[in-house]
């Protein structure tokens, strides 16, 4: 409860923050401060000591799962705006609304983490989604973006819907017609008509969210048109927020039946993996590679809904720090450069050296390299479908794609320190001391988290 209470009155006091601020630059630290408060607050929880004492009657359920996973997601959005807080004054002149935004999703998020009723977790989802929708088309300026935000907002919106009907059939279906999920939770006989009908409209609904095909058609065009700061935001947090509510939701209402929907996730999982590897190869522009090759992170994440055990909990939050902790990284190498095509890496290890190895532990951690966090997430979730027993062919058809991915990931390093400097491309990259240092620091992380995810995931059983 401390996050949730705690993101929404920052989210009103950045937005108000606008009217007096007078500089620029003094939102990003406003933010920097709210979000350090909202990750203290949220420890404090953790450790037992919520700071306020709200009878939600059950609506909400604070475990160690939900509260790590948001501890997880405060220090990559810490993380996050210490890299590219500054960059939200390229977007435009609202910078202290832009974090607002932001706020308000992290109160979304926080939401979903503890939901404990198709209702609130109807409402985390638009809590979620709605700033996003304004963030996406948030610099006036570009057309592209402009139709990413209505294209964003029209699919949104649809998924929505088809949430809604499947809550509502879920409601109409179990017989003590309750939304809270812990009444849903079935047991090992044949699904109910309205039930099967509403788990398949709310696998639909969160798949277009989480963007799994072939739900995912609206993700490369939003990804591609947003603000690339925006962009690294969503690609990110606001993905894992929805995976964790994904995973709540069918661990707790539909876990007993897994046998009878399992192979609905198996399509979509195989589907998500093909699609996003494939078309990922493909592209010339690093910023849309890294929005297709999303979609395909998303099918490794899908393997732990598959699975649904202790491990596949284990790998989720250990996914979910390692892909973020990395997408952010490489995302705040793109936006200082002035061409995101892969030929605008050439010759960026000459250029900037610190930088350009970087952004290669960014790299191959997204590929799954060892030694990295992206190999160990990758291995638990994995293993974590190996331990359910089933499918078994899906688990070497993930084998095979993360091979794939690293031909298009292999493609930007070898642009980086194999191929000549373009001609006045990127000659006047200017970052400061401050900011190799957090490139440092969040590189450091990804090698860390690939030795020890121990460090990560034992706080699960605290």
């Known amino acids: 409860m401390n996050a949730i209470i705690i993101t929404a009155l920052w989210g009103v006091i950045m937005m108000f923050g606008g009217v007096f601020f ?113 963030l996406t088309g948030s610099d006036k300026r570009n057309l592209k973006g402009n139709e990413a935000a209505l294209k964003y907002l029209l699919m949104g919106a649809f998924s929505t819907g088809i949430l809604l009907m499947g809550i509502a059939l879920i409601y109409g279906g179990n017989t003590l017609g309750s939304f809270y999920i812990d009444a849903i939770n079935l047991g090992t006989g044949n699904l109910p008509v309205l039930i099967a009908g509403g788990l398949v409209l709310i696998l639909v609904g969160i798949s277009f969210k989480v963007s799994a095909a072939p739900f995912h058609f609206w993700a490369p065009d939003v990804y591609d048109g947003a603000p690339a700061v925006v962009s690294s935001f969503m690609m990110t947090i606001v993905k894992i927020a929805a995976f964790v509510a994904f995973f709540r939701l069918f661990q707790t209402s539909f876990g007993a039946m897994q046998h009878q929907w399992q192979m609905l996730i198996v399509v979509i999982t195989a589907a998500t993996l093909l699609i996003g590897n494939i078309t990922a190869v493909f592209q010339k522009s690093v910023k849309r590679m890294l929005a297709y090759s999303s979609i395909s992170h998303a099918g490794f994440m899908m393997f732990t809904l598959f699975a649904l055990n202790d491990t596949a909990k284990e790998g989720l939050l250990l996914y979910a720090a390692a892909y973020s902790i990395a997408t952010i990284g490489i995302f705040a190498v793109i936006i200082k450069m002035s061409d995101y095509s892969i030929e605008g890496f050439n010759g960026l290890g000459k250029k900037q050296p610190l930088l350009a190895l970087t952004a290669v532990i960014f790299l191959l951690s997204l590929t799954g390299i060892p030694l990295t966090a992206g190999f160990t997430a990758k291995f638990y979730v994995l293993m974590a479908a190996v331990k359910d027993g089933h499918q078994l062919w899906l688990v070497v058809l993930a084998v095979i794609c993360a091979a794939i991915g690293a031909v298009y990931y292999f493609k930007v390093i070898q642009a980086i320190y194999f191929k000549d400097p373009v001609p006045g491309v990127n000659d006047e990259i200017n970052v400061s001391s401050s900011f190799k240092f957090l490139l440092v620091v969040t590189a450091a992380l990804i090698i860390l988290l690939g030795f020890l995810p121990g460090l990560l995931i034992d706080w699960i059983y605290y």
């Open 22 to 134: 007078k500089k620029s630059t003094t939102p990003k630290f406003w933010a920097i401060a709210g979000i350090i408060i909202v990750l203290l607050a949220n420890l404090f929880e953790f450790f037992g000591h919520p700071f306020f004492n709200v009878d939600t009657k059950g609506m909400l359920k604070f475990d160690s799962f939900g509260l790590h996973f948001n501890t997880i997601a405060f220090i990559c959005t810490l993380l996050f705006f210490l890299l590219n807080g500054k960059d939200f004054e390229k977007i435009g002149m609202h910078v202290s609304e832009y974090f607002a935004l932001m706020f308000f999703v992290l109160c979304g998020l926080s939401i979903l983490s503890s939901f404990n009723t198709l209702l609130l977790l109807f409402l985390g989802i638009e809590i979620l989604s709605i700033p996003l929708y304004i």
